[in-house]
Nanobody, 125 residues
């Protein structure tokens, strides 16, 4: 059973950068896709970015395309989200997760399981 832990959240001014990390407690992510999602108060969980186990063809939400970059380090069971040119609307709790099925990659929340505790990202003006 895999456990995910997100780190790297904090407060940053608009236009700044932040790097989030998600580390698995065990080497059990082989062939699974990984995704980053975010949830603001009163809103549904929203897709941010996803990457296959191999790292091929990462996907991004239109709202973060060109600003965020998702990467993986399979040797450390870690996925990162580099967030640049942050905007106030990026403020949310950010979660990482794995796809329910191997060899899968998706934008839908229900395609993922094993969510982490989340890390708060606050972008101030």
């Amino acid at each position: 059973q895999v456990q995910l832990v997100e780190t790297g959240g904090g407060t940053v001014q608009a236009g700044g950068s932040l790097r989030l990390s998600c580390t698995a407690s065990a080497r059990t992510l082989t062939n699974y896709g990984m995704g980053w999602f975010r949830q603001a108060p009163g809103k549904e969980r929203e897709f941010v970015a996803a990457i296959s186990w191999s790292g091929d063809t990462p996907w991004y939400a239109d709202s973060v395309q060109g600003r965020f970059t998702i990467t993986k380090d399979n040797m450390k069971n870690t996925v990162h989200l580099q967030m640049n040119t942050l905007k106030q609307e990026d403020t949310a709790v950010y979660y990482c997760s794995k796809t329910q099925r191997q060899f899968a990659l998706a934008r839908e929340v229900d395609a993922y399981d094993t969510w982490g505790q989340g890390t708060q990202v606050t972008v101030s003006s």
